[in-house]
């Protein structure tokens, strides 16, 4: 890389190169007869995962998800367990051929009734192996979330307007959108996901999704629902709760240290 953007070589001055050989640019100068060179330091693909992390929005209890932790064993029963086993083997295998998925914009909709079973986990491991193995831009939202920054850009004082957002969610390679189907049915939620959904279908952009409602029973407009079927594939995930299975494990155990001598 030759030197000649001066601007982009500027130090980041929070940031220390984590082996002390750059000045945190990630960048190193070299002098040669034919001039100033810059060339990647150990730490650059390091500061571009990072950055890429800090932009995915990703909540920080679950930055650090991967698929291949994603334990089957915590759920009871044994359908959850192989219903979760099979929601995994896809998972790993979607990340596996990414590249083909990508290519026919193919994305997946996890799926249970039950609150807590591991689908917004699941969905989250797919874009953290996304972002550090296959060096893609993922954003994840929740649809409340979302839609809340849409309200808000009406609003004189905010400085994004609504198409902006819409046009900021349209385009990310690789959107994460929580908890789809709990807004209700109004106009303007349906205008704003059609609009999102359908840029997205149409340049072949990868979403992930999360609901509790199954993907045919979303309270959307026909037209909104079948692009969406167009764009993911359901995958069920188990009707049991791992939540509250820690959260009920959790007292057992708080309940035994109390009782304790
Ligand atoms: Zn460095």
């Known amino acids: ?14 940031r220390k190169c984590p082996y002390g050989t750059c000045d945190g640019s990630g ?23 990072s950055n890429k992390l800090d932009f995915a929005c990703i909540p920080e209890e679950f930055q650090n998800l991967a698929i291949k932790d994603f334990d089957v064993d915590l759920y009871r029963l044994e359908e959850s367990k192989q219903k979760a086993s099979r929601a995994v083997n896809i998972a790993t295998r979607y990340v596996k051929k990414f590249d083909a998925m990508q290519e026919l914009g193919r994305g997946l909709y996890f799926y249970s009734q039950t609150a807590g079973s591991g689908k917004t986990r699941l969905a989250i491991s797919i874009g953290n192996f996304l972002v550090k ?13 979302l839609l809340g920054k849409i309200r808000d850009s009406w609003n004189d004082k905010c400085e994004s307007s609504e198409e902006a957002l819409v046009e900021e969610f349209a385009t990310v390679p690789v959107l994460i ?3 789809i189907g ?5 106009d303007w ?5 059609y609009r999102i959904i359908n840029r997205r279908l149409t340049s072949n952009k990868v979403t992930l999704i999360t609901s509790n409602i199954p993907m045919n029973e979303l309270n959307f407009d026909y037209r ?3 692009r969406l079927e167009d764009m993911v594939m359901q995958v069920f995930m188990p009707e049991e709760s791992v939540r509250r299975t ?10 035994k240290e109390l009782m304790e001598d």
Do not use: W
């Open 1 to 14: 890389m030759e030197f000649n953007e001066p601007a982009q070589m500027e130090p980041d001055r929070k």
């Open 27 to 49: 960048h190193i100068l070299v002098h040669t007869e034919e001039g100033l060179f810059a060339r990647k330091c150990k730490c650059y693909e390091e500061q571009i995962i």
């Open 133 to 145: 193995y296959r060096r893609q831009q993922v954003r994840f939202i929740t649809t409340v979330d």
């Open 177 to 179: 959108l929580d908890d």
């Open 182 to 186: 709990v807004e209700g049915n109004k």
């Open 189 to 193: 939620i349906n205008n704003i996901f």
């Open 224 to 226: 909104l629902l079948s």
């Open 246 to 255: 820690n959260a009920k494990s959790k007292n057992e155990k708080m309940l």
